[in-house]
């Protein structure tokens, strides 16, 4: 009995830790996640964290901006973001700057109604000559 009960806490921890669908567009599957910030302090506003999978046999040149909204507002926005994705592959996280901060909001703002967050300006293009490497040597790992 105990047993199972720490396997199933086990099991909804780490599904809380997945990440979930959120657009899927062109050969282009963008999913997210919402994750405290380790650097910062204990308190600190949660961080979204974004995946890119190529789901067609081609590399692919994606460029996107994520908008915050607060009560039907813009509240903030990132910078235009670009990446190049080999077939088959996937980026994610801090280390390929797919890591967006909000600082004015707390874990239950995240989860209010009047919060919304989109992906916009997706631009997903057929690009063989793109260079991964290059792309990621010119951007900065964490805004």
Same mark, same amino acid.
């Given at each position: 009995?105990?047993?199972?009960?720490?396997?199933?806490?086990?099991?909804?921890?780490?599904?809380?830790?997945?990440?979930?669908?959120?657009?899927?567009?062109?050969?282009?599957?963008?999913?997210?996640?919402?994750?405290?910030?380790?650097?910062?302090?204990?308190?600190?506003?949660? =961080?979204?964290?974004?995946?890119?999978?190529?789901?067609?046999?081609?590399?692919?040149? =994606?460029?996107?901006?994520?908008?915050?909204?607060?009560?039907?507002?813009?509240?903030?926005?990132?910078?235009?973001?670009?990446?190049?994705?080999?077939?088959?592959?996937?980026?994610?996280?801090?280390?390929?700057?797919?890591?967006?901060?909000?600082? =004015?909001?707390?874990?239950?703002?995240?989860?209010?109604?009047?919060?919304?967050?989109?992906?916009?300006?997706?631009? =997903?293009?057929?690009?063989?000559?793109?260079?991964?490497?290059?792309?990621?040597?010119?951007?900065?790992?964490?805004?």
């Amino acid at each position: 009995m105990i047993i199972a009960l720490f396997i199933s806490s086990l099991t909804a921890v780490m599904s809380a830790q997945d990440y979930k669908e959120k657009i899927t567009k062109d050969s282009i599957k963008i999913s997210y996640k919402w994750r405290k910030d380790k650097i910062l302090k204990k308190d600190s506003p949660h =961080v979204l964290l974004l995946e890119i999978e190529n789901l067609s046999k081609s590399k692919l040149t =994606v460029s996107f901006n994520i908008l915050f909204y607060w009560k039907a507002q813009l509240h903030s926005s990132s910078n235009t973001k670009k990446y190049c994705i080999k077939p088959g592959k996937r980026i994610q996280g801090k280390k390929h700057g797919l890591a967006f901060h909000s600082n =004015v909001f707390t874990l239950n703002d995240y989860f209010d109604p009047m919060f919304s967050w989109i992906i916009d300006d997706l631009i =997903v293009e057929i690009n063989e000559s793109c260079n991964q490497r290059l792309n990621l040597k010119l951007k900065p790992a964490y805004p």
